[in-house]
């Protein structure tokens, strides 16, 4: 990471990043990068994710971020090279690759998660009942394992604990994408 950050400054405007569409994970990501990083990289926007990383593996575009589940295929079979996760900890299924923060861009946390939403009056037994079979469910042994081998931890948090992290999560990205004036189109 220390590398490509160095060829990005030596280079103005000449790397590609390229991302799924405007306020995406991914397009923050790399937003966040080029800020925290200080450099300069040109944003290549995609329809849908469908041909970005095929468009890396190609030489297409030189660099994106990608989910472990869309990554790892190509990681294994030799075609992608991982430079940093964007979480704060090393992830399981890479352990050998550092972290965004131990690659000289401390506080970078980018974490993609996943979650069981419902209509907001959903009648709090339905609620519960939901939550207690999705915790059941993700407590498998060979449901832990699957999701372990697509790169992903499971957490299964109660509904308030999850509604407590989307509430922290608003605010941070709404500030960062009005920091950067970005606008829906």
């Known amino acids: 990471m220390r590398e490509l ?13 390229g991302h799924p569409g405007v306020g995406t994970t991914i397009h923050l990501s790399a937003e966040l990068f080029r ?4 450099i300069d990289i040109q944003p290549v926007p995609y ?9 890396v593996v190609a030489g297409q575009i030189d660099m994106t971020f990608g989910t472990p589940v869309s990554a790892l295929p190509f990681v294994r079979e030799g075609r992608l090279r991982p430079l940093a996760a964007t ?12 972290t965004m923060a131990e690659s000289g861009l401390p506080g970078f946390d980018i ?4 979650g069981l939403l419902a209509p907001v009056k959903t009648p709090p037994a ?3 009942r939901l939550y207690r079979e999705t915790a059941r469910i993700l407590a498998l042994s060979q449901v832990r394992r ?3 081998e697509l790169g ?3 957490i299964g948090n109660t509904p308030e604990e999850f509604a407590s992290a989307i509430r922290t999560e608003g605010p941070r990205w709404a500030k960062f994408v009005d920091q950067l004036g970005l606008k829906l189109e």
Do not use: H
Request: net charge neutral.
């Open 146 to 148: 699957r999701f372990n």
């Open 47 to 55: 329809r849908g994710g469908v041909n970005l990383l095929a468009d």
């Open 152 to 154: 992903c931890d499971i």
């Open 35 to 38: 800020v925290a990083a200080e």
């Open 126 to 128: 339905v609620i519960d």
């Open 5 to 17: 950050v160095a060829l990005a400054r030596a280079q103005p405007g000449k790397l590609t990043i």
């Open 111 to 114: 974490v993609v998660w996943f």
């Open 87 to 98: 979480s704060l900890q090393r992830l399981a299924v890479a352990p050998d690759v550092p």
